[in-house]
């Protein structure tokens, strides 16, 4: 008595089965390794915006997700009385350059528009940002208050609890049932490459770090190509690498040590705060870099959603209501540009 099969229990499953049970749907989750046990059971959780110009189906898509995300994880959390640590606390990022300087200031102009007001991209001096904030070249720093954080493994926690007060188990084997989605990370892309003899997407491996540093209810940091996020939790993580070529996916090496001296000298607060975790694991890239939803290429008439590479998190609520409405309501909403073709 299974309406639907989800197999995977990363943030892409976790979420789908959630919305779907939500909407009065039947669902079981299939993972052999149990919940957030790939990518998705990281230290990050920076929940970014792309920058507000030259706006297209996949920007406008992650608008309406991050706009979606405050109630999807207040109502998780209210089901499953587990914090995923979501907080829309915003972010902010040293300008370099004059010439970055001007960009951003044209860039609060068109996020006027394009953000229709629900959330600002601005320039302010150093002072204004406060003490939390990082030194500039400038001067200035952008700070947009659209970005949020929360912390990865405790959002797939409050996911597995909240689905089973809904009566949604997550198991590590068991026959497919009603509607199926393929939820299945970096194998599920090795599986379809294999098939068309082709690259359709791989994983990218990333390394994390997290600090013993309380930095309280302050925007996250982007600097130097680093995000820091401070978590709910009085923890705080720093990453990532982006490593196309490795040996080992679940080894940290000096390109984390280097990561985590970068993001002390951008940030002097950091200084001495203990590292009490270091993190590896792969990502799932598709080719297109987009998510890629729909049906399935190789299982006729069952589903795909893969590829969440580096905006898994901040994607998910969205995806999972329009994974929802296609496999529950036969209504397809997905954009072209996300579909599998786009990485065929």
């Not at 954009?335 to 786009?342: G, K, L, Q, T, V």
């Amino acid at each position: 008595m299974v309406d639907v099969t989800v197999r995977g229990a990363g943030i892409f499953g976790l979420s789908i089965a959630w919305t779907c049970a939500q909407r009065g749907a039947k669902v079981r989750v299939i993972d052999p390794f149990g919940p957030g046990a790939g990518s998705s059971g990281g230290l990050v959780g920076a929940l970014a915006p792309h920058v507000p110009e030259n706006w297209n189906a996949k920007k406008a898509f992650q608008f309406d997700s991050l706009i979606m995300a405050e109630p999807f994880w207040a109502q998780v959390e209210a089901v499953g009385g587990v914090s995923a640590g979501y907080g829309r606390l915003g972010r902010i990022q040293p300008i370099a350059d004059p010439r970055t300087l001007d960009l951003a200031r044209a860039r609060e102009l068109t996020a006027q528009e394009l953000w229709q007001g629900r959330a600002a991209w601005q320039v302010i001096d150093t002072a204004e940002a406060g003490s939390w904030c990082p030194p500039s070249p400038t001067g200035y720093v952008i700070h947009d208050t659209l970005t949020a954080r929360m912390h990865p493994r405790r959002a797939c926690a409050a996911l597995v609890a909240a689905l089973a007060v809904m009566e949604v188990k997550v198991v590590t084997d068991a026959p497919d049932a009603g509607r199926v989605v393929h939820a299945t990370g970096v194998a599920g892309l090795q599986e379809l490459s294999e098939a068309f003899g082709k690259t359709v997407g791989n994983g990218v491996k990333g390394q994390a770090a997290l600090l013993r540093f309380d930095a309280g209810a302050v925007p996250q940091l982007f600097a130097d190509a680093i995000h820091i996020v401070p978590h709910a939790d009085g923890t705080l993580a720093i990453g990532s690498t982006s490593e196309r070529d490795y040996d080992d996916p679940a080894s940290t090496d000096s390109a984390l040590d280097d990561v985590i001296e970068r993001a002390m000298q951008a940030v002097p607060l950091l200084h001495g705060a203990e590292v009490i975790e270091r993190w590896a694991g792969v990502r799932p890239r598709s080719k297109s870099r987009a998510p890629m939803l729909g049906e399935h290429p190789l299982h006729k008439g069952q589903f795909i959603a893969n590829g969440g590479f580096k905006i898994g998190f901040g994607m998910a609520p969205k995806i999972a209501e329009v994974m929802a409405d296609l496999m529950l309501d036969g209504r397809d909403t997905i954009p072209d540009d996300f579909r599998p073709e786009a990485s065929l």
